[in-house]
């Protein structure tokens, strides 16, 4: 579907904006090849398809914002706009695009549940999701998370896991405690990856903005302004996941996911996400999500895996 947008450049100079020559105008025109743009005094028209048209929407505003702080929008700070990921609204949009990842990869929710869980995160300040291998649980909080960050909605990312060891022992593993500790946390990487050009992902996690670790690490912290995911909760214990739950700042929202059917804690240890899940079930301000088989997104193989082994729920 044609979709016409005209955006002003409000008090941005055009000379500021669009560079000498329209060097940077020139740029911009590249990068959206599909599209087309008239730059008419203060304004700038845009004519194309409808994703096209709120990704350059997305680019575009961050050139003015950069321009109105700054003054000018040097050549490198345009190549660095476009080749950063861009948002667009959820809702706007058939596919449902919640992240425009690096090389231009559309990072969306693909199934009826994952955009359940688009509609509660939107609606509610906490949400429990738990669902089987490759449902894509992990991966729509990632984007969820990288979508409020974008959107300035919070002013850092954090994402955790329980150590816990699935059969292996990590007191055996080679390195200092944090490479000991990175495998654990390695999904929660790749899903980043997938949506944050490689020096910006760098930059934000060595400022902080981006902050991942152990569950244990949580202890004692007010996590304000944040989009915080609690990952693989299963294997959180109790008093775990209480400790967690009690971190919860103002303006921060709260993802806990999880697969029940994989619980790696030692026996006769119950799971905190299984407790979380049937204690606050009626407190106002927290959804759960449940996926299933249908949601499962890997290899097909995967699918049928989980069937067989879903007979036998841990």
Do not use: C
């Not at 994402?159 to 816990?164: D, E, H, I, K, Q």
């Amino acid at each position: 579907m044609t979709r016409e947008k005209t955006i002003s450049l409000g008090s941005v100079s055009p000379l500021d904006l669009f560079g000498v020559n329209d060097r940077n105008m020139k740029a911009i025109a590249k990068h959206f090849p599909k599209l087309r743009i008239v730059a008419r005094g203060e304004e700038v028209k845009v004519i194309g398809d409808d994703v096209s048209v709120l990704e350059f929407s997305a680019r575009f505003k961050e050139m003015l914002e950069h321009v109105e702080e700054y003054g000018s929008l040097a050549q490198t700070e345009v190549d660095r706009i476009l080749s950063d990921g861009a948002i667009v609204p959820v809702g706007t949009g058939k596919d449902d695009v919640l992240v425009f990842g690096p090389g231009g990869l559309l990072i969306k929710a693909k199934t009826a549940n994952q955009r359940k869980i688009v509609t509660a995160v939107n609606t509610n300040d906490m949400v429990f999701i738990i669902g089987p291998a490759g449902s894509g649980k992990t991966y729509t909080a990632v984007a969820l998370a990288v979508r409020a960050w974008k959107r300035k909605e919070v002013k850092r990312i954090i994402l955790t896991r329980p150590a816990v060891e699935a059969g292996e022992s990590i007191g055996f593993l080679p390195g200092d405690m944090k490479e000991k500790l990175d495998p654990y946390l390695q999904p929660l990487y790749d899903a980043l990856m997938d949506m944050i050009p490689p020096i910006k992902l760098k930059e934000m996690l060595e400022t902080g903005v981006i902050q991942i670790a152990p569950l244990g690490f949580m202890r004692g912290r007010t996590l304000d302004h944040a989009f915080v995911i609690l990952d693989e909760a299963q294997n959180s214990t109790d008093p775990q996941m209480r400790m967690f739950l009690t971190r919860m700042g103002n303006s921060a929202k709260f993802i806990i996911t999880g697969d029940v059917t994989q619980v790696d804690l030692p026996k006769r240890t119950a799971s905190g996400l299984r407790k979380a899940w049937d204690a606050l079930q009626h407190v106002k301000g927290i959804a759960f999500i449940e996926l299933d088989g249908k949601d499962i997104i890997r290899h097909p193989l995967v699918k049928r895996i989980v069937e067989v082994y879903g007979k036998d729920e841990v």
